[in-house]
């Protein structure tokens, strides 16, 4: 109790509850004569994760609890947990069992030895390690998404791709603000905003599968992914959620074109009918996408949630909409028959309007 806390192991979970006493006793054999402590970072899992750990950090000191209400996000969940420990090292490890604990004290070793190294990689890509019992489609997958974070990182890190990882703890706080805390891949995220390179080795392992739980990947987490990389990228010229908001606005404009087009060209309805009945489809459109990837970490869930927020959604946009659908009527008369001209102008005005009132009414940030 009297010695100084060697390390803390960042866990994020969601819906691990079965895995929670698992990975403790684990962490208790891996580390015995360590001083550490294990942080869990839960987004309010409704099986009740939170609460097991609660459970084991009744007569476990060694064992924290947080609780995220209303945020979700790997990376976000990582660095609340890094920011919340006073060791001086903190490792990150997955709630599933799938990253072999028993390196820790490896990892660890490494970092007390040379004071120049600044992270340790837990890493199934170099001589030693695996990844365990995966079938082709993932180690294709998996060597694709390498591919894309070695283009943007600093450094030939052979596994870019890990999420199980030690690192001296004034480097993620001294990051922390510049981080972009977008997808689920911290590590990558931490290497591309340090200014100067951080000094690193990689510890091989192998990576287990899945014994209890689902798993969280999906093609919403791979679409995340991606956004990751270009914020890393691009980033600094065009910040990504405006990116992303634009680009669905592009999907809905397109969207709306073709609803027009039926309407309007196909079944003789007129303009200005076709133009109110394009609009409300493709705001409704770009409501349900934007919730699903722009604002994933603050996703509205549940009937009521989705409801409520899509009547916010168009109300906050109803400035945007009117001056959308009147000045496209203005201009189509005015030009006489040039429709497609006259639509678009009028869904451009208002776009800029709805993205400023949607990110804070809606989703509650700007």
Known sequence: MNRPLELAIVIPTFNEVRNVPVLVAK??????GRNWEAIFVDDDSPDGTADAARVIARTDHRVR???R???RGLSTACIEGMCATAAPCVAVIDGDLQHDETILPKMLDALDQDETLDLVVGSRFVAGGGTGDWDHDRVAKSAFATRLARGVLKADLNDPMSGFFMIRTAIVRRLTHHLSAIGF???LDIMTTSPEPLKFVEIPYTFRL??????????????????????RMFGHVVPVRFAMFSAIGLLGLGLHMAVLTVLFKGFGVAFLTGQIVATAVALTFNFFLNNA???RELRLKGARALFGGWVSFALVCSVGAIANVGIAHFLHDVQSGEWAVSAMIGVLVGAVWNYALSSRFVWGRY
């Open 27 to 32: 962490l208790d054999a891996a580390l015995a």
């Open 65 to 67: 609890v947080v609780q």
């Open 185 to 187: 891949k911290i590590l």
């Open 210 to 231: 899945r014994t209890e739980g689902e798993s969280k990947l999906d093609h919403v987490v791979a679409m995340e992914y991606l956004i990751a990389l270009y914020d």
């Open 69 to 71: 209400i209303g945020r």
């Open 293 to 295: 990837l722009t604002y």
